[in-house]
């Protein structure tokens, strides 16, 4: 009996936990101004970019009359925007796989403990200080083929690269360019998939040495596994930021050579500011918004389905 009276709440406790009259409305009117912000910031300019992507608007940005649907179907029989979104699709998939392939092994061995990892850290982390229209630019000119380093350094170890053109043919500006995005986003996958190696708990690998397991069944039965979540939000996030970035292909090659390294983005900004369509390029640009909306709603169901598992 004493037991069953000692189990109810008291009234102290009952009074702490229970929400004071309005503490909801105050509570609403401090988170109240930042969602005015975030309304006017993003808001807004969504609101304009939807009704000019239904909208005949001429080169100055002035709304002649309502086009309905008539914007998103000429976007859809332009070629180049049919080549553009398979050259986005290769884009994303190959930085997005080779960042995930090399940052797995990196991150790994960056979490044993050696001497030298924190500057062995700080070394695989600096590419994420610097700004990426910084190192678009500065491998511009390592792979230009008069006077860049990378022909230089390949002469002198004796190959026929004199003078090459590395930015001449869409084939090999591409894959120069998916190199670049890979080595940019391998920083921030390291850190996530850091994140995710120490909350693994040790016992769990020193139970599989005692069972005789060795280092290879340790990372594909326990360290791989357990980085599951991880992964997928370093994938999801890899996918939002690469599918919508632009400095890299732009200060390359704006595009070219023949629109060989168009990326949507790049087709975004090219009928804008080059050839005056702002009705066409916000159609584009509402598509690749509901595209990159899905990919974000994605990744708020994966981190609240991890933070509901731990």
């Known amino acids: 009996m004493s037991a069953m009276t000692s189990s109810k709440p008291t009234p102290a406790t009952t009074k702490a936990t229970r929400p004071r009259p309005g503490q909801g409305f105050s509570n609403l009117a401090f988170i109240l101004p930042s969602i005015l912000l975030s309304f006017v910031i993003i808001g807004y300019p969504i609101f304009e970019v939807v009704r000019m992507a239904v909208s005949d608007v001429n080169r100055f940005g002035k709304i002649q009359g309502f086009e309905g649907l008539g914007n998103f179907f000429k976007v859809f029989e332009d070629p180049i925007f049919i080549q553009s979104t398979y050259q986005t699709i290769i884009w994303t998939v190959s930085v997005v796989g080779g960042t995930v392939l090399i940052a797995i092994p990196v991150a790994i061995i960056l979490n044993e403990d050696f001497h030298g990892r924190s500057i062995a850290r700080t070394i695989v982390l600096l590419p994420w200080a610097v700004s990426l229209a910084m190192t678009a630019l500065v491998w511009r000119f390592v792979v230009n083929g008069d006077f860049g380093t990378l022909n230089l350094a390949l002469t002198q170890l004796g190959l026929p690269f004199n003078n090459h053109p590395w930015l001449a043919t869409a084939t090999s500006a591409f894959t120069i360019e998916i190199l670049v995005g890979i080595l940019v986003s391998i ?88 050839f005056g369509k702002l009705d066409i390029a916000a159609a584009a640009s509402v598509m690749m918004f509901l595209v990159l909306l899905g990919f974000s709603v994605l990744y708020l169901f994966m981190t609240r389905q991890l933070a509901e598992r731990n």
Not at 191 to 218: C, F, H, N, R
């Open 187 to 274: 920083p921030f996958t390291v850190t996530i998939i850091l994140g995710g190696l120490t909350s693994i708990p040790v016992t769990l690998y020193e139970a599989a040495a005692m069972d005789g397991a060795t280092k290879w069944q340790s990372l594909t039965r326990i360290t791989i596994p357990m980085l599951k979540p991880f992964l997928q939000i370093a994938i999801v996030l890899n996918v939002i930021y690469v599918f919508n970035s632009f400095p890299i292909i732009w200060i390359m090659t704006n595009g070219g050579p023949a629109n060989g390294t168009d990326i949507l983005i790049t087709y975004v900004y090219k009928q804008a500011f080059a």
